[in-house]
Each structure stands twice: as C-alpha cells, then as structure tokens.
C-alpha cells in the first residue's frame, strides 16, 4: 500500500505530537494524522452518567461515523463550470473542487463528487464581498483566505481562537456566476450563427457542409433544438440521424439537409444583403428560417453575441496547457468572434497555430475567466467546459474581499455537502465543507467531515498505554473501550493497534470491555480469549436493524447487518460471551414490536449471551444532522420527533419507559435478558445501569 504524504495545509494546527499526515489508495478522501499519544488512559468525568470510569481511545474521529452551512439558495459551481443552487444539489454530482497544488499554499481546480447532502436549521450571518456578492451562511462556516482557512465568526478551540473572516479579508475563487444567457430571445440566433460559420470556415478546403466531422453531438443536440424552435418550423425540422459519418441537421419544414457551403464569412455589421440565402456562403436550398439564423444582424447585443461565443466554442475550442483557446479558421471569422467576445467584457491574445489560415486565440485571465465565460455563453460541449487542473489564481478584476460580516438574528434552513476533496466553490469563493456535531473541535476541525475523514492515529497507544498500566497508583478498574470512537474501524486493518492494547490490559490484571460494529475485530479474537483467561472481558456489538436500505441511509461505510450477526457467531464460537446493543432504536421508524421481535429472533441465533434496547440519544449538532434527514426521508415524523426530543438530547421519559415495557418479555422469549456486559466502575462493581437513560445510545 502506497502512502502519500500531504502538504501542511491539511495539518492540524495546534496538534501535540503529529508525526506525519497522510493519504492511502484504500482509503479515499479520508487523511490519517499519526500522532505520539502522551496518555492513553482517558478518565470519565465524574460527572457523566456512564457506568465506567476509564477509556481507551487509539483513534480520534471515526470511518465509521453517521451522516452542516448554506443558504439554500447559493450558487455552487458544477464540474462543468455551470452553476446549481446548493439545496438542489444531489449525491453523486461533480462539482467544482480543489486541492493542494504544492508549497506556498497554492492550488488548482479538481472534479469531485458530492458525497453526501443534507439541511439544518442555523443561525444566519451576511457575509459582504467587495464585489457584490452576499452569502448568506453559519457562524461555524469556513472561507478559503490568502492565509488559510477562516470561519465566519469568532470562537475558540483547544489550539487557541480560531481565525475568522474581518473586513477586509482576502478569499480565494474564480468569482461570482454572471446569469445565464440562454434566456436571450437572440442566444439561439447567435449560437446557429457562431457553429455554422465556424464549422464553414474550417471545412473550406473540403467543401465539406455542414456539419462536419468535427462537430461533437453535444453541439448537434443544441443545433436541432434549436432549428426546431424556429418560426415555420414543420414536423420535420431539424431531425440529426444518429449514425452515417456526415451528421446532418435537417432544414425546417423542408425534410431536406441543411448544408452551409465553406466560403467567406462576413463580419458583423455587414451589409443585410448578404445574408441572402443566394448568396455564394450559404447553400441554394437553405430555408429563409434557417438563413436568417445564420446571418450577421446589423446590430448585434449581448444576447446574439453570447449564442455566438458559444457556436464558436463549441466548433473550434480547445483547452490546452491550462487555458481555454479558440482555432478560428479565417481572419474574418476570428475578427468576428473577437468583437463578441468584446462586448461580452472577455480578452484574448493571438498566438501562432499550426493549422494553415487559423488564428489561434488564447483567453486571458487565467481559469477565473474561464469559468466566467463559460457562464457567460453556457456551450455545450463538455470539453470546452473542463477547467480540471488549472491554478486557482486571482480573478482579473482582483479576489474579493470581506465587506462586512453581519449577524441576521434568525435561523434559517441550511444546507451543506461532503466532497471528495472536502471543499466547493459556492458563490465565487472556495467553500470548506462545514458540519455542526459538537466533536472534533477541540483540534479546529469541524466535527461532521473532518470527524468522518480527518483521523487522528494514536501510533504509540499500546507502550503508552502499557507504562500507565504499570503505575503503582493504577488500581486496575475496569476499562471500556468503543465507547467514543470505535477501535475496530476500518483504519484498524491499517494500523493495528488493538493486538497490544489487549495484550497489555491482559497482562497487567486490567479487565476491560470492547463495543464495536467493525468486523475487524474477528481478527483479534484469539488474543482476546486468551487476555480472558486472565481478567474478565466484555464483548459487544451494536446492532440497530437489520433493514439494509435503512442502515445505508444512517450508518454509511459501516459493516452490514448480516455481516455483524456473523461477528457475534465468530465471538460465541470462541469461547466468549457476547452482547447485543440494540442501538439506537429510532422511535416510530425500528422500533415496532415485529421489527424488534425479528431482530432479537436473528440475536439470539447468532449465539448472543445477552442483549441491551437503547433508544436513539441525539447528542448536539448530531440532531441537526438527523432531523434534516428525517425531514427528507419521512417528514410527516418531524412533529413527532420534535415532541419527543423536547427536552434535549434524550427521548422523552415516557416513551423509555414504554419501550423497557414492550421489550422486557421479547428479551425473555428470545434468551437475551441477561444484562449487558458493561463494566461500571462506580463503587468498583459491575451492574446493569440503574438511570433509565443510561439506556440510551449516541448515534455517533
């Protein structure tokens, strides 16, 4: 497995102890920040309600972790330089990301994927940019400065205050999106215009019509919707047969091949005469419709100018080398296209081309101008359309600043995405991809995609651990481990740090217990049957439901129902006693008393010794997450989950102590009413806990 190291941008500043940060084929999108723990033991505060006073934790942040912000509104740039509005966004769009792009902070334009999406309710801040722009966001929201990340209000992490958005601060990005020409009553005009003399001047020492080979379906598509929008269209406009080596886009209401015959193309502004269909440019047989859309107005505006770049785009560009270029055979035709791009407020520089009596036009200023343009004209060939690689440089007109940064006083719907890259490019600046769970934070990551991708590796947790194992002050209690993050995810495979934190709590006389959903454990069974011969062990695995779709949708990249139920048969068929956690029941979705009758049915099969019915604990920010995918998934439930989580993070008492009720005789018909084998270290016993909510399990 090869490893790649990263550049200090995606180090954690302020973290104690990092060795390296790096990224791993295996593990896509997710970073490894390997650390020298100086403690292994956590102590519980003695203020929580868990039945145990000591944990273990070899990792920060979890793989295994469930699944905040925009308004909905902001425009988040796609891969192919168009624009959506985030809330419309969908997982498995590609939009417009970035990544490191060597030393001094640079980067350059990548494709990514959304990987998740999801909505909240935050409270709103502006944020002004010098150029216009307002983006409407949450305080915890993160811009790409000329110094790094910042958030958009003040606060504090473990590593200090944490930077955060002034007035005048410098962002990073291509700009904000011009609106869309295709609503132009000339666009369509224009773009006729643009493809069909292009693709006539390149083709005239063939004499071939049009169109050529050189034109992509992309553009053809475009063409046929077109000529069939055009006035005395009949039923067989612009039908383009879908195989022959000549594409042909048939002449409205004629059922006959529009042909442009190669000839001299005229500028703009030209004398109307010549846009006679007679006229030695254009074929004998050209409906007067078609002519006329493919003739020079007299005086061309923004609307016929932008469908014009777009036609010549589309026939004749090219990106190369990192910029956007346009072969444009005939000096008339690419004096033609560069006063279009004139009035569009676009530059370009001649350069030498190799293709006989073409000028080769580069746009300046770099991918920012790119993509303007191409939200300025919106082509249709996707090729034109790639900015993947390019530098993320200063717009021509400067980056924006920070105007100001004002606090709305409401709370609003936001919507937020999980990337491949962990950022977007939403209202012209880079955008870090923002969540609210109240984990994670304490190192300035935020807790949603940095918690699920930003783990932090305790490489020495097994001789740490060891030396305070052998203190003299350590009195052995008992020590649980899952209980935060889980130890057997799947960056365990990678790092194998279990094996010697088993074999140095069974040699020191420490007895311990293990919950996990990884199936990575199955490996470590022989050294834990054989620390069991020393102490005492508890093994647990959670099992929520055994609803594959549902599971998906609430614990992504976590190993499957199936899959857990035959851990619990390996951990029985060794030796060892293994309980269930039912956990998290989600009230009026799994927690019927069929649905619980059959999983407890299939527990029990397995081989379980015992099993615990936890209802679902919404810690904070992690409600947030849930209750926009509930609002997603089964909205009619809003209300009720409102009213039942009044109070906080735990379900209404009523509704737990129903729930003990309905479940006790299923524990007993089943087997499985023994008590879940939990250290508690309170008082040095062990026993079920005796506060109802104790009975309840985090999401996380």
Not at 221 to 232: F, I, Q, V, W, Y
Not at 345 to 354: D, K, L, M, Q, Y
Not at 533 to 547: E, F, H, K, Q, W
Request: with cysteine; charged share 25%.
């Amino acid at each position: 497995m090869r490893d790649e190291g990263i550049g200090d941008d995606a180090a954690l500043p302020g973290l104690q102890g990092l060795l390296r940060s790096v990224r791993t084929p295996e593990f896509a999108g997710t970073v490894f920040h390997e650390v020298e723990a100086r403690s292994a033991l956590n102590r519980v505060p003695g203020t929580s309600q868990v039945p145990f006073s000591w944990t273990v934790n070899p990792y920060r942040g979890c793989t295994h972790a469930c699944v905040y912000c925009l308004s909905g509104d902001t425009p988040v740039r796609l891969a192919d330089g168009g624009s959506r509005q985030i809330a419309e966004l969908r997982v498995g769009d590609e939009v417009l990301g970035t990544e490191p792009d060597g030393p001094g902070g640079r980067r350059r334009y990548v494709r990514t994927t959304v990987l998740a999406h999801w909505s909240t309710r935050r409270r709103a801040h502006r944020v002004a940019l010098t150029d216009g722009t307002a983006v409407v966001t949450s305080e915890e929201h993160r811009f790409l400065a000329d110094d790094g990340w910042r958030h958009v209000t003040p606060g504090w992490c473990r590593s200090g205050r944490r930077p955060h958005l002034r007035a005048g601060t410098v962002l990073r990005g291509p700009g904000p999106v011009p609106p869309s020409p295709r609503g132009s009553v000339d666009y369509g005009s224009g773009y006729l215009c643009g493809l069909v003399r292009a693709d006539a001047a390149r083709t005239r020492a063939t004499a071939e019509p049009f169109p050529s080979e050189w034109v992509e379906l992309e553009a053809l598509a475009r063409a046929h919707h077109l000529l069939a929008g055009l006035p005395e269209a009949g039923a067989d406009t612009a039908a383009v047969p879908r195989t022959g080596r000549h594409r042909e886009v048939v002449g409205a209401g004629t059922g006959r091949a529009v042909a442009v015959r190669p000839g001299a193309a005229e500028p703009a502004g030209a004398d109307p005469a010549h846009t006679d269909p007679s006229r030695s440019d254009l074929h004998p047989a050209l409906p007067a419709p078609v002519a006329r859309s493919v003739a020079w107005p007299p005086e061309p505006g923004p609307g016929w100018s932008a469908g014009f770049v777009a036609g010549v785009l589309d026939a004749c560009g090219e990106v190369a080398e990192g910029g956007l270029r346009l072969v444009v055979a005939g000096e008339e035709m690419a004096r033609a296209t560069v006063e279009a791009l004139g009035r569009l407020g676009f530059r370009v520089a001649a350069e030498p081309s190799t293709v006989r009596d073409a000028v080769r036009l580069r746009l300046l200023g770099g991918a920012a101008e790119h993509l303007r343009l191409i939200a300025a004209v919106d082509p249709a060939v996707g090729r034109v359309r790639d900015v993947r690689g390019a530098p993320v440089g200063e717009p021509p007109g400067g980056s924006p600043r920070v105007e100001s940064v004002r606090d709305l006083g409401v709370e609003i719907p936001m919507f937020d995405i999980t990337t491949g890259t962990g950022d977007f490019v939403a209202a012209g600046v880079i955008s870090h991809n923002c969540f609210a769970r109240n984990t994670h934070t304490y190192l300035d990551l935020d807790a949603g995609t940095d918690f699920d991708s930003q783990i932090v590796v305790k490489v020495n947790v097994a001789r740490v651990l060891e030396r305070e194992l052998s203190a003299p002050r350590w009195r052995r209690e008992p020590v649980a481990m899952g209980t935060n993050t889980d130890p057997y995810q799947r960056a365990e495979g990678r790092y194998r740090l279990m094996p010697g934190v088993i074999r140095a709590l069974g040699r020191s006389g420490t007895p311990f217990s293990l919950l996990s959903k990884g199936t990575v454990l199955a490996r470590d069974l022989p050294d834990i049957a054989a620390a069991a011969t020393d102490v005492p062990v508890g093994m647990g695995v959670s099992i929520a439901l055994v609803d594959r779709a549902l599971q998906a949708h609430l614990e992504p990249g976590t190993p499957t129902p199936s899959a857990r139920l035959d851990l619990v048969r390996r951990i029985a068929d060794a030796g060892l006693a293994c309980g269930v956690m039912v956990a998290p029941v989600l009230p009026l979705l799994t927690d019927s008393d069929e649905a619980l009758d059959a999983l407890l049915a299939e527990i029990a099969a397995a081989g379980a010794s015992g099993a615990s019915v936890m209802a679902l604990h919404l810690r904070p920010g992690t409600k947030e997450w849930f209750m926009g995918w509930l609002a997603r998934q089964y909205a009619a439930l809003v209300p009720r989950y409102e009213r039942l989580y009044r109070r906080g993070a735990y379900v209404d008492a009523d509704y737990r102590k129903a729930l003990a009720r309905r479940v006790a005789p299923l524990l007993t018909r089943h087997g499985l009413d023994r008590p879940f084998p939990t250290p508690r270290t309170r008082g040095g016993s062990t026993q079920a806990p005796s506060d109802p909510r104790e009975g309840q399990l985090s999401l996380l």
